[in-house]
């Protein structure tokens, strides 16, 4: 008889208990018997290679600033081939031509900045005309314009003896100013970077390396255009710095405080004494007056003070929360009764804004004597309305943008008006022309 062998079953706790060094040594290639292979030996392998560096960010151009020098000058550039990248430090482009449309109601608005153009700002009218941005006449014919002087005294000007010297043909924006800048903008896309202020700027021998944003990113160009005003310009690192010369133009120029003062009104109550809301007021400084809605729709209006130099630092340095009742009361003097219409209104001082610090160049020293100020230096040029002819307008600021772009190329060329010199408002073409034959149909009453 065969013997029966008892069945035995190790389980896998037991299995493992038992064998489990030998399992290891044999995964391992460790073990002790020569019967377990170990490795073949073999060089290495070799690391993985590192992933190659990023592409050097690079343009034709960076524009440092992206008010109506740096947008006209990269716009011209894009135009003569050239790839260009804007960096603008707020959020928005313009510069200084900025239009309040906060708080006011009804589509009532005003301009913080520029807001007159002169019938010989020939390059102010050409881009608005290339634009398509229509225009209307920036003062009133009707109505009477009102002088305050120091002592109190109030008296009146028919319109054509306030607006005398040419004044009467000046041009507005009826959209708000900064639809030019806004237009630039959008032919421009995203070649312009806004919230990327610039800290540094770095020149070497093959152009000049721009540090910008929160990121510190940075964007290498053959030139850079420098439109940056003045008062925050040392806001920039400049490596190496720059000359003696340029750094001793920038210290000879200073710059006009402005600050301007707005209230609404439900009823344009001043219209009804023969007024029009326009004026000059000499009472505790220089002042002017302006009714910037004059010509837009609705009831309510808007009137506007526009103070420079010390009034304007006076004011800009009050409780914030005082200003608007204050100038309520100052406004009724003027036109007596509006403060029963007084709504709300704002205020905005050029010296409060960080990234602009003052309203315009101050016309001495002239230009002329401190052409450093828009000299090259190397790869870098220099624009703005500081560095023009035409300081404190659009115009200063379209020149200088126009020469640095022709500065790195010759062919860029402009837009100047295709309108005629001399742009005059309706009704007073109506009066010259009065009595005349073949008058043409658009000016019919």
Known sequence: MTANKKKTTVTRRNFLARYGGAL??????????????????????????????????????????????????????????????????????????????????DGLIAETGPARIPPDHDLTLGYIDHFGIETSPF????????????????????????????????????????????????????????????????????????????????????????????????????????????????????????????????QRSWEGDGLNGWGLTFLGGYAEIWHPTWNQEGPRGILMSYMFGDVARSVAAMDPGAIVPDFIDRYDVLFPGSRAVAEHGTHFAWEHQPWIGAAFASYNPPFSEHPELASPEGPIHFAGEHASGHRGWMQGAFESGLRAAKEIDATVTEERASRATVAIPRRQMLRRIAGIQNAPAWLAP
């Not at 152009?207 to 920039?236: F, M, N, Q, W």
């Open 24 to 105: 290891a040594s044999l995964f391992l290639g460790t073990g002790c018997s020569d019967k377990v292979m170990g490795p073949v030996e073999s060089d290495p392998p070799e690391p993985p290679p590192p992933p190659p560096p990023p592409p050097e960010d690079r343009v034709d151009v960076i524009v440092v600033g992206a008010g109506l020098s740096g947008l006209v000058a990269a716009y011209e550039l894009v135009r003569a081939g050239h790839d260009v990248r804007v960096l603008e430090a707020r959020n928005a482009p313009g510069g200084r031509a900025q239009t309040l449309r906060d708080p006011f109601d």
């Open 139 to 266: 003062y009133t014919q009707d109505g009477e314009y009102l002088i305050l002087s120091d002592q109190g005294v109030r008296s009146r000007e028919t319109p054509s003896v306030f607006l005398s010297g040419g004044r009467d043909a000046w041009l507005k924006i009826p959209a708000g100013t900064d639809a030019l800048p806004m237009a630039f903008a959008e032919a421009l896309g995203d070649r312009v970077r806004t919230g990327s202020p610039v800290t540094k700027v770095v020149r070497d021998e093959t152009g000049v390396v721009a540090t910008y944003g929160p990121a510190a990113a940075e964007v290498r160009g053959s030139h850079l255009i420098c439109t940056v005003p003045l008062p925050v310009i040392d806001k920039i690192v400049f490596d190496p710095i720059l000359s003696e010369a340029k750094r001793a133009a920038f210290e000879a120029l200073s710059y006009a405080d402005v600050t301007r003062v707005y209230v609404q009104y439900g």
